[in-house]
Nanobody, 120 residues
Framework: VQLQASGGGLVQAGDSLRLSCVASGRTFGMNFMGWFRQAPGKEREFVAAISRSGGTYSADSVKGRFTISRDNAKNTVYLQMNRLKPEDTAVYYC???????????????WGQGTLVTVSS
């Protein structure tokens, strides 16, 4: 499975961005897709995940601001990020796994990162 993320960039605090991640290869069985992020000098952390049927869950730090969605026909997961804050600055990584993507457990597949920089 290959994951290709896109959509990062430089924005100001309060702005919005939408990240996309397209899965290719042996995607059958990738029931869960999600996003993690890694800020400079910090460990990679869970952001949000979604099941194939559309069930979602997210980190408390992004609830109410970030929305994860997916288009199964396109093997694509999205992360809509609203009201961005400087502390959201990080490299964002998409992930896929046959099993639930949860904090503290590395998913089966990682994509390359896309950098999001939020200026104050």
């Amino acid at each position: 499975v290959q994951l290709q993320a896109s959509g990062g960039g430089l924005v100001q605090a309060g702005d919005s961005l939408r990240l996309s991640c397209v899965a290719s290869g042996r995607t059958f069985g990738m029931n869960f897709m999600g996003w993690f992020r890694q800020a400079p000098g910090k460990e990679r952390e869970f952001v949000a995940a979604i099941s194939r049927s559309g069930g979602t869950y997210s980190a408390d730090s992004v609830k109410g601001r970030f929305t994860i969605s997916r288009d199964n026909a396109k093997n694509t997961v999205y992360l809509q990020m609203n009201r961005l804050k400087p502390e959201d600055t990080a490299v964002y990584y998409c992930a896929a796994d046959p099993l639930p993507i949860v904090p503290g457990r590395a998913p089966a597949y990682w994509g390359q990162g896309t950098l999001v920089t939020v200026s104050s």
